[in-house]
């Protein structure tokens, strides 16, 4: 590293590459953002997933204040965050073939839904599976990745294929294999992630994306208020009746 403390530098790194996807990814954001507009108005369900800590960017979104009351967590157990012991287990489960099809036969996504996968390396059998299963199923498929892990690295998927090759959609985060954006000569590994940053970042891109769309066609987006201004959760109490075939985080 050069100039800066290291917490400047990580900054730097972080506004640097929101900078590049602001600017390299619009077309594709919009193109979600419509994807899931469309969705919505079609009287589709929205769910969005992802494993390990690609499981926070998808929690971000689901019964967020600000956020799209339709944003439904599809949960696998074990690879929510680092919610299993050992947590090094979560890296073996999102090897096992045939996991995701367990989850999908068990889910409620169906024909005209849409379903946000988050898997930074895209390399694994379980975002893979998702991706083909779900659109098999009927299911539009929003990626949110980082491609270059398909050029410098092997897939883990039987198919030798990645999540970006079974989306409708995708969404590149820029993120360097490894996720480390720092390095530094007393330190021996790069250090310092920016995926999390990044990836949370082009979800809420896409979902301004989508409330702003759906206004646009008269329709209005069914968004949640925070319970703690005044009249919050009666707001979110309306919004929750009108929407209660769609939300699942209430069953």
């Known amino acids: 590293m050069s100039d800066g403390t290291p917490a400047d530098l990580f900054f730097d790194a972080a506004i640097g590459l929101l900078q590049r996807v602001r600017d390299e990814e619009a077309e594709a954001i919009a193109t979600a953002g419509t994807l899931l507009a469309d969705t919505v108005t079609a009287g589709g369900r929205l769910f969005a997933f992802g494993a390990g800590h690609s499981s926070l960017a ?3 979104v689901v019964y967020r204040a600000g956020g799209l009351a339709l944003m439904n967590l599809l949960a696998v157990p074990g690879l929510v965050g680092v919610d299993v012991m050992p947590a090094t287990l979560g890296s073996r489960l999102e090897r096992v073939d045939g996991l995701a099809t367990a989850v999908l036969d068990t889910s409620p996504l169906r024909t005209g839904d849409a379903l ?3 898997s930074l390396s895209g390399r694994n059998a379980m975002p893979v599976e998702m991706a083909i299963g779900a659109r098999e199923r009927g299911a539009k498929v929003i990626g949110v990745t980082s ?6 690295t092997t897939s883990r998927h039987s198919s030798g294929t990645y999540l970006k090759d079974h989306c409708d959609v995708v969404l590149d985060s820029k993120i360097a294999v490894g996720d480390a954006e720092l390095t530094l000569d007393t330190i021996p590994a790069p250090f310092a992630p920016a995926s999390t940053v990044v990836t949370s970042a082009l979800l809420q891109a896409v979902l301004a994306t989508t409330a702003a769309i759906l206004a646009d066609r008269g ?5 949640l208020r925070s319970g703690n201004v005044d ?9 929750f009746e009108e929407y209660r075939d769609r939300i699942f ?3």
């Open 147 to 152: 491609v270059a892990y398909a050029t410098q």
């Open 231 to 239: 009249g919050g959760h009666e707001w979110n109490a309306r919004v």
């Open 116 to 118: 946000v996968i988050i």
């Open 58 to 60: 998808a929690q971000d």
């Open 219 to 223: 329709v209005e987006p069914p968004l």
């Open 249 to 251: 985080y209430q069953h």
